[in-house]
């Protein structure tokens, strides 16, 4: 199976944007490929957006959360806004132009976010939202497990050594004490969507992460003459 693994751009460190709607959205949906991404490219520089992060409790968790994953960067900046949880469609004025600051803010290579198939509205309404911004951009869309029987059949992968499927199940674990009490936040469940994306992927390890991507170019593409 071909592999499209990111150029270090010439002249300049690779810039990551992951953005993620709550407090454990990015590390659920991919963690692992973060961490593979930092492996692979050093001196990565990452910039880390959570919507509705304003309560202390949610805060402390999505900055736990990041400083875990990304120890390995060569730069971190990181913004964490106070949304309502659940009334994204209801803030979306607000929404919409804090997607838009990102756009000078980080200047990605590649972006992160939340697939346009989710059915929990705020994951919905992000990733819309950063299709309308970020328009001729590397997008990957990841996926979330839960009550809504939404997953579904990703087109990209991201194999990962057992290390890094660990690393991210260990980080959601000890960092998100508010998730706990929800019968589907345990390890058996990250570790199992896990294992399944690495059968699809064909991976040595038989751990992946699965991505939905909506459009790529095999190449950059040319300059004008």
Avoid at 18 to 28: K, P, V, Y
Avoid at 148 to 173: E, R, S
Avoid at 183 to 212: C, N, V
Wanted: net charge negative; proline share 6%.
């Amino acid at each position: 199976m071909l592999g499209l693994l990111p150029e270090r751009p010439a002249g300049r460190p690779f810039r990551l944007l992951c953005l993620g709607a709550h407090s454990d959205d990015i590390e659920i949906g991919c963690g692992g490929t973060v961490l593979r991404l930092l492996a692979e490219l050093p001196d990565v520089e990452v910039y880390w957006a959570v919507f509705s992060a304003g309560d202390e409790r949610r805060r402390a968790e999505a900055e736990a959360g990041a400083s875990v994953l990304l120890r390995g960067a060569g730069k971190v900046e990181t913004r964490f806004h106070g949304f309502r949880d659940g009334y994204f469609p209801a803030e979306f004025a607000g929404v919409k132009q804090a997607v838009e600051e990102l756009k000078g803010w980080a200047r990605p290579d590649l972006v992160l976010t939340h697939n346009r198939h989710d059915r929990h509205q705020d994951h919905r309404t992000l990733a819309e939202l950063t299709w309308n911004s970020f328009r001729n951009h590397l997008v990957l869309a990841y996926e979330i497990p839960k009550f809504d029987g939404d997953l579904g059949n990703p087109n990209l992968f991201v194999p990962l050594t057992g290390a890094q499927a660990q690393a991210k199940v260990d980080a959601l674990m000890a960092g998100f004490e508010s998730q706990r009490g929800k019968g589907w936040f345990t390890p058996d469940t990250f570790h199992g969507l896990l294992r399944l994306r690495g059968i699809q992927a064909a991976s040595p390890t038989g751990l992946a992460e699965g991505f939905y991507a909506e459009k790529l170019t095999l190449f950059p593409p040319p300059t004008r003459d």
